[in-house]
């Protein structure tokens, strides 16, 4: 054998009881699972004390970008996962004519908050089609990859700038069909689609202008494969979500194909959001449509800096256009005490301070300043004498716009209302965001956050359970045949990991970006090795290995 995994507990993605044992693999395929096994092999692992699991599924991600430059998508393999979604958000790389290729970027920038440094330079454009950005990702590839193809992407091919002015016609319809088609042939695992975002200058994106008889009819092409439908909803409004499901479980069942909608997440300021919401999917899950919502375990944390406009202030028009300006001029214009004043007041009409009260420095860059870190706003402008707002221009002005702020727990942090939530039966855990907003948050520490605090601390889900989750039941969910199981004859795509002391692990600013930009990663914690399809693609013990082992798998 090629490798092999000893004295291992073994949590098969079944969510039956785990049992003690080895695991075999050869040639890229599990061939033993369980017993003691005679002689030896070219690699192997003790896992005592440990758990052996299949390796852990993300189904929203936004690595397109990341991928053509690191192949590894860190940190996503020292987080367990070992296949990635990225293409969600009706946003993917491709089918992008050249032309078009500036106005995609902006869409990257506006609503996934991706810097200049992911794009300039860091990769060559040498595709139009979707089989041809398969051909460039498949390069380097240490983990899985089963992308979706972005619905703005396909209408602005086909439509160019009437994308984004109107309805699609008879042919036009019939041309992004035929642009679906050869996506899902490429390797496509399904279409994604928007109701709720906006490009650079704030407008709708492509896909908001599509009447539904365009859904409809890329919903057919969809069927003609089985492929996923993958839909980001008004997850702000309930009464609006609520008709969105009713819409996918028509698509769903006309078409006979799977859909899924994220985010759902638990809110204090609508408690009554989550309870609707599943009780119209259990409605139409009896009729036997399939309509997923997507969950993240962690809670709603923002991180940002004035160097980049944050999704934080998209509700405050001033701020959102200043914090867009170029550099030099962003800091004149915060300079300037008129238009700092318009600001202000925009920010905390009639005195009311409490938006940016509770958000905490977490680090600066001058020395004198380091007494601020870990502080709040609010703290900080009492003993100025001053307002959480004006406090907040003026430490990242004195720190040359690298000061960077923590918006934390603004939803879903209440973990007696989301442990339930992720155990529903029929909550899909995802809604990671992970490859995105890499200057504002990191975005890893889902699955770790599912094991020490709903699996260890709260008991919401057995450890079994959890990996079901995770695992067997995104594969299903997504159509992936050959993962999500540790089964003879399956992929050997594993993870192993330390119940005892896995957790979402610690957050650094790191410069490993192309032109050493930086971003946020978070490094886990009790993940203790990671196999794609038979190779060690990482180990806590010597960190990532050369293998480029990873596939783009489809369904």
Same mark, same amino acid.
């Given at each position: 054998?090629?490798?092999?995994i000893?004295?291992?507990?073994?949590?098969?993605?079944t969510g039956?009881?785990s049992?003690?044992?080895?695991l075999?693999i050869?040639?890229?395929?599990?061939v033993h699972?369980?017993?003691?096994?005679?002689?030896?092999?070219?690699?192997e692992?003790?896992?005592?004390?440990?758990?052996?699991?299949?390796?852990?599924?993300?189904p929203?991600t936004?690595?397109d970008v990341?991928?053509?430059?690191?192949?590894?998508?860190?940190p996503?393999?020292?987080h367990?996962?070992?296949t990635?979604i990225?293409?969600?958000?009706?946003l993917?790389?491709?089918?992008?004519?050249?032309?078009h290729r500036p106005?995609?970027?902006?869409?990257?920038?506006q609503i996934?908050?991706?810097?200049?440094?992911a794009?300039?330079?860091?990769f060559e454009w040498?595709?139009?089609?979707?089989?041809g950005?398969l051909?460039a990702l498949?390069?380097?590839?240490?983990?899985?990859?089963?992308?979706?193809?972005?619905?703005?992407?396909i209408?602005l091919?086909?439509?160019g700038?009437a994308?984004?002015?109107?309805a699609a016609?008879?042919d036009?319809?019939?041309?992004?069909q035929?642009?679906?088609?050869?996506?899902l042939?490429?390797g496509?695992?399904?279409l994604?689609?928007?109701?709720?975002d906006?490009?650079?200058?704030?407008?709708?994106?492509?896909?908001?202008?599509?009447h539904f008889?365009?859904?409809?009819a890329?919903a057919?092409v969809?069927?003609?494969?089985g492929?996923?439908l993958?839909?980001?909803?008004?997850?702000?409004?309930?009464?609006?979500?609520?008709?969105?499901?009713?819409?996918?479980?028509?698509?769903?069942?006309k078409h006979?194909i799977?859909t899924?909608?994220?985010?759902?997440?638990?809110?204090?300021?609508?408690p009554?959001?989550v309870?609707?919401?599943?009780?119209?999917?259990s409605?139409?899950?009896?009729?036997?449509?399939?309509v997923?919502?997507?969950?993240?375990?962690r809670?709603?944390?923002?991180s940002?800096?004035?160097?980049?406009?944050s999704l934080l202030?998209?509700?405050?028009?001033?701020?959102?256009?200043?914090?867009?300006?170029?550099?030099?001029?962003k800091?004149?214009?915060?300079?300037?005490?008129?238009?700092?004043? %318009? +600001?202000?007041?925009?920010?905390?009409? $009639?005195?009311?301070? !409490? &938006?940016?009260? #509770?958000?905490?420095?977490?680090a =600066?860059?001058?020395?004198?300043?380091? %007494? +601020?870190?870990?502080r709040?706003?609010g $703290?900080?402008a009492a !003993? &100025?004498?001053? #307002?959480?707002?004006?406090?907040? =221009?003026?430490?990242s002005?004195?720190?040359d +716009?690298?000061?960077?702020?923590?918006a934390?727990?603004?939803?879903?942090?209440?973990?007696?209302?989301?442990?339930?939530?992720?155990?529903?039966?029929?909550?899909h855990?995802?809604a990671?965001?992970?490859?995105?907003h890499?200057q504002s948050?990191?975005?890893?520490?889902d699955?770790?956050?599912?094991?020490s605090?709903?699996v260890?601390?709260?008991?919401d889900?057995?450890?079994e359970a959890?990996?079901?989750?995770?695992?067997?039941d995104?594969a299903?969910i997504?159509?992936?045949s050959?993962?999500?199981?540790?089964?003879?004859?399956?992929a050997a795509?594993?993870?192993?990991?330390?119940?005892a002391?896995?957790?979402?692990?610690?957050?650094?600013?790191a410069?490993?970006m192309?032109e050493?930009?930086?971003?946020y990663?978070?490094?886990a914690?009790?993940?203790?090795?990671?196999?794609?399809?038979?190779?060690?693609a990482?180990?806590a013990?010597?960190?990532?290995s050369?293998?480029?082992?990873?596939?783009?798998?489809?369904?």
């Amino acid at each position: 054998m090629d490798l092999i995994i000893r004295n291992g507990r073994l949590v098969d993605g079944t969510g039956l009881p785990s049992f003690f044992g080895d695991l075999g693999i050869r040639d890229g395929r599990i061939v033993h699972v369980g017993g003691r096994i005679p002689g030896s092999a070219t690699r192997e692992i003790d896992a005592a004390g440990r758990v052996v699991a299949p390796g852990f599924i993300d189904p929203h991600t936004h690595f397109d970008v990341q991928l053509l430059w690191d192949g590894q998508a860190r940190p996503a393999l020292e987080h367990g996962i070992t296949t990635v979604i990225p293409g969600n958000c009706s946003l993917s790389l491709a089918p992008l004519k050249a032309e078009h290729r500036p106005r995609l970027v902006g869409m990257f920038q506006q609503i996934e908050e991706m810097p200049d440094a992911a794009f300039d330079g860091a990769f060559e454009w040498t595709w139009e089609s979707f089989d041809g950005y398969l051909e460039a990702l498949r390069k380097k590839l240490a983990v899985n990859v089963a992308p979706l193809a972005g619905h703005s992407v396909i209408r602005l091919w086909v439509m160019g700038d009437a994308a984004t002015e109107r309805a699609a016609d008879a042919d036009e319809l019939a041309a992004m069909q035929q642009l679906l088609r050869q996506c899902l042939e490429a390797g496509a695992i399904g279409l994604s689609t928007s109701f709720v975002d906006v490009d650079e200058n704030l407008q709708p994106v492509p896909s908001r202008y599509a009447h539904f008889e365009e859904l409809d009819a890329l919903a057919a092409v969809l069927g003609e494969y089985g492929r996923m439908l993958q839909v980001v909803p008004e997850f702000y409004a309930t009464d609006i979500t609520l008709a969105r499901v009713d819409q996918l479980a028509e698509l769903s069942l006309k078409h006979q194909i799977p859909t899924t909608f994220s985010p759902l997440f638990d809110s204090a300021a609508v408690p009554d959001n989550v309870a609707r919401v599943l009780a119209r999917v259990s409605e139409q899950m009896a009729r036997g449509a399939r309509v997923w919502p997507q969950v993240q375990t962690r809670p709603i944390d923002i991180s940002f800096t004035f160097e980049v406009a944050s999704l934080l202030f998209a509700f405050t028009p001033g701020w959102y256009r200043t914090m867009r300006l170029p550099r030099e001029q962003k800091i004149a214009a915060l300079a300037n005490p008129e238009h700092l004043d %318009g +600001l202000i007041n925009e920010a905390e009409p $009639d005195g009311n301070i !409490e &938006r940016f009260d #509770t958000i905490r420095v977490r680090a =600066v860059i001058r020395r004198e300043d380091a %007494g +601020l870190v870990g502080r709040t706003l609010g $703290d900080i402008a009492a !003993e &100025r004498g001053s #307002t959480p707002a004006r406090v907040m =221009v003026a430490i990242s002005l004195a720190n040359d +716009l690298q000061a960077s702020f923590l918006a934390a727990n603004l939803g879903h942090n209440d973990p007696a209302r989301v442990g339930p939530l992720l155990a529903h039966p029929m909550v899909h855990i995802g809604a990671s965001d992970a490859g995105a907003h890499i200057q504002s948050f990191s975005t890893y520490g889902d699955t770790g956050y599912l094991f020490s605090h709903f699996v260890r601390d709260r008991q919401d889900f057995t450890l079994e359970a959890a990996v079901k989750k995770i695992t067997a039941d995104t594969a299903r969910i997504w159509g992936i045949s050959d993962r999500g199981l540790l089964q003879p004859g399956l992929a050997a795509d594993v993870t192993i990991f330390d119940p005892a002391i896995i957790d979402r692990g610690d957050e650094e600013a790191a410069f490993d970006m192309p032109e050493q930009g930086m971003r946020y990663v978070r490094h886990a914690r009790g993940i203790e090795a990671v196999i794609v399809n038979g190779e060690l693609a990482w180990s806590a013990e010597a960190g990532y290995s050369s293998a480029h082992s990873g596939q783009v798998v489809n369904a």
